[in-house]
DNA sequence: AGCCAGGGTCTAA
DNA sequence: TTAGACCATGGC
């Protein structure tokens, strides 16, 4: 078994520089929940299209049905536009200063996160790591299938969170690259090839998906 | 036509 | 505690 930071360094020279999703956290937030079993193009077709971008109080203060109507073509537009309202909501209270909560704990954080219905773990540690630069590792379906298909048997998703967040240093930025680089290996080389031909772990990429 | 896309909630067993 | 149903839409 390849160490976390073998497997980072190996994905880094095949992929390059990986991105940060975005420098402003509101922005981490809103896609963050749009993106939820749903095709990025469909995020980018709604927060790409909008004449202004969404800000918090637009978010609070429009109609409910002007709200779900925007972020249709993202899905279950109900659901999220319920999710976004609270999750803005929880965003108020601190003023929308993304400095104060950074300032906060990093459990204390993702425990309110959590907290909010629509909001699961996934979605929260994206907000931590990407918005509030916090390291909480991101365990999504691409991780869990690049795990699985090198052979490593974790149990659940804290095994593997146990896994990286142990070997890796804790650095936020480090979390969000990785992440970015798994997401880049997974679209790119493993979607329609499960057999991984040509991918930079070779043989070591087996097994059907899932 | 059917399956998947950077999930989460709720319920039944 | 875990598996399955359900939520909605668009692209291929």
């Not at 993106?35 to 429009?62: C, D, F, G, H, I």
């Not at 329609?192 to 772990?201: E, L, V």
């Amino acid at each position: 078994m390849m160490t976390a930071q073998a497997l980072y360094e190996t994905l880094l020279a095949a992929y390059g520089q990986p991105q940060w999703w975005s420098d402003n956290p509101y922005t981490v937030m809103v896609q963050a929940v749009l993106v939820q079993n749903t095709a990025w193009s469909s995020v980018l077709k709604v927060t790409a299209a909008m004449e202004e971008p969404l800000t918090p109080q637009r978010v609070l203060e429009m109609e409910t049905d002007a709200l779900e109507q925007l972020i249709r073509p993202c899905g279950f537009c109900k659901a999220k536009a319920a999710t976004l309202r609270r999750l803005t909501a929880w965003y108020a209270q601190y003023d929308c200063d993304a400095q104060s909560i950074m300032h906060m704990a990093q459990a204390r954080i993702r425990r309110e996160l959590l907290s909010l219905k629509g909001i699961g773990a996934e979605t929260a540690d994206v907000i931590l790591v990407y918005g509030f630069h916090k390291p909480s590792f991101i365990i999504d379906v691409y991780t869990r299938r690049f795990l699985a298909r090198l052979g490593y048997g974790f149990a659940d998703d804290e095994a593997i969170r146990q896994f990286f967040q142990r070997e890796l240093p804790m650095e936020a930025r480090l979390y969000g690259w990785f992440h970015w680089l798994i997401l880049m290996h997974g679209i790119q080389r493993c979607k329609k090839n499960p057999a991984c031909g040509g991918c930079p772990f070779y043989g070591a990429c087996h097994e059907a998906q899932k």
